[in-house]
C-alpha cells in the first residue's frame, strides 16, 4: 500500500507544477540522488529507497514527490526560514481536499531532509501517518536515465513526468461523476 501511494502521488503532482521552483522552493542539484522515505508510525515498516533523475526543471516534482494526494493543487504556499523550508499544499482529489505540510531542510546540492504530514479533509479516507525522507546526491544520473525517472526498489523505473501526462490524458477518457466512479 505504501508504495503504491509513494509511486501514485508523483504522477499527479507534475500537472500542478508549472513555475513552482520560480515560487521559492529550493532547487535540487543535477544528477541522481538517492532518496529514503520513512514512515513515522510505530512500529515503523521498514524504509523505501528510491533513485532519483533530477534536473532543474523536474527539482520540485521530485523534491516533493513522497507525498500522497496532489492532484489538482494550488501553487504551494513556500516560507524560508534560515536553511529551513515549510511548504503547505491544498490539493483536491475527487472532490476530497488534501492538506500537505512539508518541512525541509539542506543544502540541496549533496543532501536534504524533509518531514510531511497529510490530512484529508473526507473521514472516509485513513489519514497517514507522518513521513521522514532523506536525500542525499550520489552524481550524475545512471547511463539510459533521463530527468524525472524514479527507480524503485525492485529496479522498475517509471518517468513521473511522462507518467503525470498519461494521468491527465486518463482524466478525460471517461466521467468521473458517473455512479459508481472508482480508481
Same mark, same amino acid.
Given at each position: 500500500?505504501?508504495?503504491?501511494? %509513494?509511486?501514485?502521488? &508523483? ?43 533530477? @534536473? ?9 514527490? &513522497? ?27 475527487? /472532490? ?5 505540510? %512539508? ?8 543532501? %536534504? ?14 489519514? &497517514?501517518?507522518?513521513?521522514? %525522507? ?14 524525472? @525517472? ?20 486518463? /482524466?478525460? @477518457?471517461? @466521467? ?8
Amino acid at each position: 500500500f505504501f508504495m503504491k501511494r %509513494y509511486i501514485a502521488a &508523483p504522477v499527479v503532482l507534475m500537472a500542478c507544477q508549472a513555475g513552482w521552483a520560480a515560487q521559492g522552493l529550493p532547487v535540487l542539484k543535477e544528477g541522481l540522488w538517492e532518496v529514503v522515505v520513512q514512515n513515522q508510525q510505530e512500529p515503523a515498516p521498514p524504509p523505501v529507497k528510491v533513485l532519483q533523475c533530477v @534536473d532543474k526543471r523536474t527539482s520540485a516534482l521530485m523534491l516533493l514527490s &513522497p507525498a500522497p494526494g496532489q492532484e489538482n493543487c494550488r501553487a504551494p504556499k513556500v516560507k524560508k526560514s534560515g536553511g529551513s523550508y515549510s511548504v503547505q499544499m491544498v490539493c483536491a482529489v475527487h /472532490d476530497v481536499k488534501v492538506n500537505t505540510k %512539508y518541512l525541509l531542510s539542506g543544502d540541496f546540492s549533496s543532501r %536534504y531532509s524533509a518531514t510531511f504530514e497529510t490530512r484529508f479533509a473526507s473521514t472516509e479516507v485513513a489519514q &497517514p501517518p507522518a513521513q521522514k %525522507y532523506e536525500g542525499n546526491w550520489q552524481g550524475p544520473c545512471k547511463p539510459g536515465m533521463k530527468p524525472a @525517472d524514479l527507480e524503485l526498489p525492485n529496479r522498475i523505473t517509471i518517468n513521473l513526468k511522462e507518467k503525470a501526462a498519461a494521468s491527465a490524458k486518463h /482524466d478525460h @477518457d471517461h @466521467d468521473h461523476s458517473a455512479p459508481g466512479h472508482k480508481h
